[in-house]
Every structure is written in C-alpha cells, then in structure tokens.
C-alpha cells in the first residue's frame, strides 16, 4: 500500500501530488497504463479537462443530481461550487473533504469529513461535475444566476424517446456529480461529503450507484458484461484514441459563441435503463445472440471473426437474410449507420434490490460523453428506441442531460469561466 | 463464476485463456466432438459417439459461412442442423441421438449437399426416447396452431368492424362494454400480430411507445377517448377523429387477416410464441399497464395464456415423448395460474385492475413465473 491516505493528510498533499505525477508520466512515456486498477491510484485532479472521463473506467460508481436551493443567488452558488472544487481536490488525492481530516478538529464539533474512507487510500477516485438546463433558466422561466444568455444550445432537456417511461424522480436536475473509485466506499464517501457541504445550497434530488463497469475506456480493459451476460460497449472509444476523443467528446473551441465557458468540456448524457432480466433469462441463445448481434461468449460480430473485428453488416445468412439482423443492438448502435458519430461511454451496471412483484430491479446505468448531444446522442436513441430488437427487455425509466465544464487550473473553481 | 470454462477452440492463438480447471469439455468426454469446419475440409473429432445427448462444437475456421448438419442414416433426414454460422465462430449443437448410423456434413458457403463424414452412435443402454415420428407430429402442431390463429382473426375483424361502428356512433357504453372482448382474440395470437412490425404499432401502440411527430392510432387510441377518466386535461376526438381511427383499424386488422391466411408454424415458432405470450404477461399484463385506460388487463391476461395453452397443447405430443417432467411441470403450472385467475371472475368476464390487491397481484406475477420457467424450455426440449 502507498503512504497515501486520509489519515492525516497534514502535509501529506505532497505526496499525493507527487504518486498522481509519476502516473501522469508513465502514461506519457508511452508505457502503458497499469492494467490492473491499484488502490494507490490517485489522478491528478487539476488540468485541461475534468477527471472521470477519459480515465480508465474504475469499477465503481455513485452518480448524484443536485437541485440548487430556493433563495440562493448567483453569489452563494458560486461559493458552493468553490467549496465543492475545493473539497473534489483534496478527496481524489487521498485526503478528506474539510481542511481537517475526519479525526481531528475541536471535540466539541462534528468532524468536518464523515470518515467512512478514513482508512482508504485513494482508490482512483474522480469525480466530475456538471451543469443541467435548469440551471440557466429554471421551471418557471427564471434566470436566477444571471447565466441564461450563456446557455449552450445543445443544452436542453432530452426529447422524449420511443417508449420512454421516465420517473420525474429519477430524472435530470440542477447540478450533477458522477464519482468512480476502485473502492464503492470511496465513491460514497465523496458523494456523502459533497451533499453534506451543500446543505441549505443545493439539495440531492436522486442518485445512482452503480457497480461492474459496463464500458472500457482505456486499450488496457477487458469489455466488461452488462446484466445480459454480453460484453458491452465493445466499439466504445477509448482514452487512448486522442484524435477521436478530440472530434467525438470534447467541446471544440468556437463550438457556440454563447457558451465559449464549455470549450474543452463536454456532455454527460445519463439513462437509467431497467433490464427485464427475468424475461431476458427465459429467451433462448439464438434469440439473445441475434438480438444483440454478437456472441455471448467472445462477444464477437455474428458475421464473424473476433471481437474486435468490424461487422460484416452486407453478408447474408440462410436466404439471403442478413446474417447481423438489420435491427440488432451491434447493428444500430454502429458508427457507420449513425453518420460516423462515435461516444465515450461510461455506463455501469445497477440493481436497486427489488420491486413488489419479486423481480430484481436492475438495468444499465447509461452514460456517455459527447462533444453534442444533438448530432451523438439523441438521433442514434431516436432509431434505437423504435427498432432495437432488445427494446423488448428494456425500458428506459430516468434520463438527464448536463454540460460538464472543462477541467480546473489551481486556485480556480469548477465553471469559473461560466461565471466570469 | 458464471462464465464458462470451456476455452473456444478457435480462439486458442489469439486468447491467453486464464488457468482454468475442470475443463469439462476435454477429449475425455465421449459424447463432446469438436468440429473443425473449413471451406475445404469437415474434421469430427470423433466419428462414433455413444447414444445420449451429444454435443458438436463447430468452428468455422473457412472464410464463408458455414452450416453444421447431422443426418439420418438414408442421408436425407435432417436429425438436427446449425446454420449462419460466421466465418471465425464457434456454435454448439446439442441433440439427444439415440443408436443408429448417421452422416455429418459440413456445407460451406450454404451450398451444395455439403462435406460429408460418417458418424455411428453406438447403444450406450441409456433411454433416448421414440424417434423417427417428429416430422409428423410437429407437422400435426402447425396445421392446428395455423388454423387456430386463422379462426382467432376471423373473429378478430368481426368484432373489431362491431366497435368500429359502435365507436363511430358514439353508443359509448356498447362500445366500452365491447372492447375488451374484442381485443382478446388479439392478444390470443398476440406473438404472431406483433411479428408484423409495421401492424403493430399501428393497432396495438401505446401513447409512450410513441415520440414526437408520431400518429397515435389504434385500439389504444380508441380507448383513451372510452375511458378519459385518468387522462389529464384531455380533449375528446371528434366525430371525424374517431372516424378517421376506427376505420384505420378496421384497415389493419382486414390486412393482419390477409397475411394470416396461409401462415405456416415450426415447433420452435409455436414452443417461442407461448413463452412469448407469458413475457406479455409479464411485462404488460400483470403490471396493469396494457389497459391503462380502462384497466381490462385480466381480460388480455386471460388471452394471453389462452393462446400459450393452445400452443402448448398442440407441441404436447412431442413433448410428452421428449421430456415428460418438463410437460408435467406445464401442465400444472397452467392449472395453477388458471385457479387464480378464476379467483378474479365477474360475470362474463374479470373485475378491473385497480381491484386487485397488492397481494393479488403478486400471487398471480408469482404463478406467471412458476409457469414461464419450464414454458421458456420447452422449445429446447421439443428440438433436441
Ligand atoms: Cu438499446
């Protein structure tokens, strides 16, 4: 174990500093990146863009949507956000959420952090914020901070989609935080502390955890499994893929004269998909296979090869049938039937115990960064929602849409520049 | 672990497989053949196998795509097949084999009377069952499920062409009275309608299974306007509206009856359309969301496991032969989902949904389970 933890982190940030450092450079000597997920991992968390996105999919995931607080004004807002930043710093290093770690401080007070992660070492902890439509003008049409003329055009409310069965509650919000660790415990913590800082500010309104990361992001990750059984997120791209990261994630500069303040950011679009996984479980291999358009097992293309090959989406099975069903998840979901448009994603798998009928309540926690949700996101969910073949087992129950600025230097606050 | 510890042949250059343990399907085993199938060459790995349930595990080491077959002894006889199998991939066959001589032909590119091998299942003393009778019995099974569908749709379009005209003369409480009796010769045949994909939505959609720009048409459409009692703010059609519906789905539903006619079924159809039919019941039905409007949903319910039980009854004979324990397990299972749906009888019909207690509706999500899980076998069973 490294010396890194939350235990007194009294001149300890050095340290943190110093191990986030020597990753940073291993993966910019060109060495790959540490294939197994260490628990000493730290990522830096100041840069050019916001951790959690390009970096490798840690294992775990606690999401959070956050409405800000009746009554306060842009003034308090900012200092929330500077206080979240602040606190976003210290706990992705390893150390706690207040100034004093969670043992110390007066004995006549409560512990400025909760100390649940009091022992933990940074387990790859990021965490990323974002900013929902209703941020810039609320439900009734006000502009409480003084942003709505910089609202970026692409940030708006997602349409409704084919099927849709959206619970208001489990849907979008002011604010968002997504935090991954290694560690559930971790991302918890950091949840917990951030709710906990913005009391009287901003209030959660639904949050999310996930486990059993359903997508890679970096060359050096298996394709994990989604509930299906099946590898997901095999032609997702890749943080190694700078080029593509640069045309299909990040927010280019000159993007939207309104929103120059998101340049180098990106879009979080987040589903929360329910799996009819009893039903899924009683449908025979042929059917499953078809339906997703690979192999369960390898997870390759049905036209064949391994699993990273190409579809094969011209060859044709016993009469002339396409072998990869026209309407197979691989098949619509495909770069090259939705205009060469490709997506970060960063989905993971939930269950949220069980309904009232005895049925797990499990699905996918959708998640996907885009450079616009308008040409990456909503057509491809438009053809997909009407014919996708798993549609049938699927069921999309929550949905939200948020900007995530770009990164944070020293000294700054997340979305400084929305504000500036 | 879940994932399976047979390492894929194929893959073997290019997958470092982590250390795994009991390999099951070693070479040990005298009922697991590898088949190694080219553009080319048919390699079994063994050309004798005792009696039982054999397993062939192709791979498609060729270029085109490639088909796996077994063959009765006068080289005719489809025993049991693999197709579309992509070039690189690996598919198992599993059928139970009793003695006797057989080929094996490899057909790649789907051509030809494919490479041919012979194979000899020798008598291992262990019971196989009766064979050679299937081809008649599911030939039996699809004339009774075809028939059943064609007469469910003739009285489909009768009773729909009733509403139509019920609805369109505005004598709402025949109509009301009328719907779900009429829609449960839909959901009877409810698999086969939905294969239509351009019908489907048309008749059968429901408000949130439509996005922005989408016509909202069919039985659905007709019964919000019957039943606007949950509908916030809602603004009732018009004469012409619901004309302009009625006749639509008096359209579709002649058109369903056309395409009907001349239907054909397989085992594995009619074994999947009645674990197809439960599914129904299972995400729609028993959660009271089908009829939202005006919550007939025993209705469907009733029909829904009405069209799987036909199906069943049809394939029985097969099934009875192939794995009587599996056609008990059916057999009861319908008769206990039956006994509670009969528990929520009103005259001629069931009481609407909101009468069901939370607990009444977990039983009967309970026994739509117990019944799904063997139902869901059968076509596995039935084809092996
Ligand atoms: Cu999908």
Redesign the interface.
Known sequence: MSGLSRRGLFGAAGAGTAAAGALALSMAAGKPAEKEPHASDAYPYYGAHQGGIVTPAQDRMHFAAFDVADGIDREALIGLLTDWTDAAARMTQGGSAGELDAMSGNYDSPPEDTGEAYDLPPSGLTITFGFGPSLFVDGSGADRFGIATRRPAALERL???????LNPSLSDGDLCIQACAHDPQVAVHAVRNLTRIAFGRAVLKWSQLGFGRTSSTSVDQVTARNLF?FKDGTMGLRGEQKAMIDEHVWVPDGADPAAEWLEGGSYLVARKIKM?I??WD???MR?QENIVGR?K??G???????EF?QPDFA????GGVP?MDVDSHVTLAHPDHNDGVHMLRRGYNYVDGND????LSAGLFFIAFVTDPRTHYIPMQ?RM??NDLMM?YLQHIGSGLWAVPPGVAEGEFVGQALFA | MIRSLVAPVLAAGLLLTTACTDNTAASGDARTMSVKASDTACEVSSVEAPSGTLTFKVTNEGSKINEFYLLGEDGLRIVAEVENIGPGLTRDLVLSAPAGTYFTACKPGMVGEGIRGDFTVTDSGEDVGPKGEDAELVAEADKQYASYVRDQVDQLVTKTEQFATLVKERKDDEARAMYADARVHWERVETVAESFGDLDPQMDAREADLEAGDEFTGWHRLEKDLWPARAEGYTAMTDAERATVADKLVADTATLYDRTRDMTFTASDIANGAKGLLDEVATGKVTGEEEYWSRTDLWDFQANVDGAKVAWEGLRPLLQRKDSALDGQIEKAFASLQALLDKHRDGEGFVTYDKLSEDDIKQLADAVNTLSEPLSKMAGAILS
Do not use: C, K, M, W
Not at chain 1, 315 to 318: D, N
Not at chain 1, 356 to 359: E, M, N, T
């Open positions: 349409p409704h989609f084919v099927a849709d069965n059984g009819q009893e039903t009683r449908a025979p059917e192999t097992r390898e390759a293309p049905l036209s064949g090869g391994v090959d060859l044709e099975g016993r072998i009232d009928l005895g049925r438009s929602s009407r049938e």
